[in-house]
């Protein structure tokens, strides 16, 4: 936003429109230029963050649940490995706050077994290779269809009022609890909002 600068007046200043003019105008071009309607009517503007990865690539895996360092690339079927899709590391330029609860929409198959669920959850670090904390709650989901394949949407709770700092990075951590088989095909959708600028 630009920044209104007024000249200060002295003791003696002949008050005429010329001088109010200029003074009135520098304050309405700021304005006119930065505020528009929708700003005053809606202060806070929402950015929609979404981040995909198939069924094998593109993920980055990591040896604990809070490490920001990759050990590996790619989908991996071992128990318990930790994974992140790479699209899902993303710098959040702004101080926000989310909107609504996180949402995966993940496409399951009839290859898992039942009862094997896969975990879930949002993180935030200030670096991206730094040491990442939960955001919101760590949601395990089965990820079996009754058919071939079955789309169905896991809510992240707890996600929602969370605040994040400017220059702060999110991801999706994945964590495998079956050896049966790589993290499924997935897309999270992250609302943030924040003011105007």
């Not at 996180?102 to 290779?129: E, H, M």
């Not at 050896?179 to 943030?192: F, V």
Request: aromatic residues 8%; glycine residues 10%.
């Amino acid at each position: 936003m630009g920044y209104i600068t007024v000249t200060g007046d002295s003791d003696g200043d002949l008050h005429d429109a010329e001088m109010h003019n200029a003074k009135f105008g520098a304050i309405s071009s700021v304005i006119n230029g930065n505020i528009s309607h929708d700003n005053l009517l809606y202060p806070s503007g929402e950015f929609i963050i979404t981040a995909s990865a198939g069924s094998v690539t593109p993920w980055y895996r990591f040896g604990s649940a809070t490490s920001g360092v990759p050990t590996a690339q790619g989908a991996s079927s071992t128990n318990s490995e930790i994974h992140a899709p790479v699209s899902s590391i993303i710098r959040i330029p702004f101080t926000g706050t989310f909107t609504d609860n996180v949402t995966i929409t993940v496409c399951k198959t009839n290859a898992y077994a039942t009862g094997n669920n896969l975990s879930f959850v949002l993180q935030k670090s200030s670096t991206p290779g730094g040491t990442y904390s939960n955001v919101g709650n760590l949601i395990a989901n089965d990820c079996l269809s009754s058919g071939a394949f079955e789309l169905a949407v896991i809510t992240l709770t707890g996600t929602t009022g969370q605040t994040i700092t400017a220059g702060n990075y999110i991801r999706l951590l994945v964590t495998n609890n079956t050896a049966s088989d790589p993290p499924p095909a997935l897309t999270m959708t992250a609302r943030i909002k924040t003011l105007h600028v």
